[in-house]
């Protein structure tokens, strides 16, 4: 089959030599990646800047923001059988990004931030991608609440959920813990696993998924301009 997944934080520039971004440090999603491709996939891998390798055998897709990350999404998005979203997508940018290097004159500075587009809100309803559908959550509280949330209102066909308040494993952590949500109301609960090993048991149940039966349309169509 054919894989897209996006992985690693996206950089929301302030300024020439400032940004704004997260803790992922791409382990999760390069782990998925070469899962993926130990399982006889083709794997296309969107990926934030970060310091680890991606597996030489992924088509790398290189992009800095959330809106770059959004733009090769629905470029590449045609074709793929299964997405996997596990990017820390940045939910808001810097609203006015200053030519030069702020200088720090003032006490205070004010930055006024607008939201970034959702790129896995919008694999459905903007690209038309009719494959398999994964997402993530990562979440301090109420985990399963904003997880079956998620799951729903972006028409995932799995939902794979994480606890990052939890020092242990999550963000930039060799190991992960994660409850699978599914849209017939199931769960199950994978125990704590290095990120690799976790990899494998994901991309074995994400195979086994139903395929979805708009999954020739969507392909078909391909995803409308964004
Ligand atoms: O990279 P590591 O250090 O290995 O850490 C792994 C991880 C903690 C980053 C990973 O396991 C994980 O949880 N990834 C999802 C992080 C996230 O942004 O979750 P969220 O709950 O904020 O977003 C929900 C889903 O929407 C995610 O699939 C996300 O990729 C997607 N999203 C979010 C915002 C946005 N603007 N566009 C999106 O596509």
Redesign the pocket.
């Known amino acids: 089959m054919r894989f897209l997944i996006?992985?690693?934080?996206t950089r929301e520039p302030i300024d020439p030599v400032r940004y704004l971004s997260?803790?992922?440090?791409?382990?999760?999603?390069?782990?998925l990646a070469e899962a993926a491709l130990a399982d006889g996939h083709a794997v296309t891998l969107v990926s934030g800047p970060?310091a680890i390798s991606p597996p030489p055998e992924a088509s790398l897709v290189s992009v800095e923001t959330?809106r770059e990350?959004?733009d090769a999404?629905a470029a590449h998005l045609p074709g793929v059988d299964v997405a996997i979203?596990?990017?820390?997508?940045?939910?808001y940018r810097v609203a006015s990004v200053a030519g030069e290097k702020i200088k720090k004159a003032e006490e205070e500075l004010d930055l006024r931030l607008v939201?970034?587009?959702?790129?896995?809100?919008?694999?459905r309803t903007v690209f038309g991608f009719g494959g398999l559908l994964?997402?993530?959550?990562?979440?301090t509280h109420d985990l399963a609440r904003?997880a079956l949330d998620?799951l729903r209102r972006?028409q995932c066909d799995l939902l794979?959920?994480?606890d990052?308040s939890r020092r242990e494993i999550?963000?930039?952590?060799d190991d992960?813990e994660?409850t699978l949500f599914f849209p017939d109301g199931t769960r199950e609960e994978l125990p704590r696993a290095s990120?690799r090993s976790l990899a494998d048991l994901l991309i074995a149940r994400i195979v086994a998924l139903p395929k979805q039966e708009t999954q020739e349309m969507g392909r078909q169509d391909g995803p409308p301009a964004a």
């Open positions: 996006t992985a690693v934080p997260n803790r992922s440090s791409g382990k999760m999603g390069y782990a970060v959330a990350m959004y999404v979203f596990c990017a820390a997508v940045a939910d939201k970034n587009p959702d790129i896995l809100g919008s694999a994964v997402g993530f959550a990562a979440e904003h998620k972006k794979v959920a994480n990052v999550g963000f930039d952590r992960n994660v990120k």
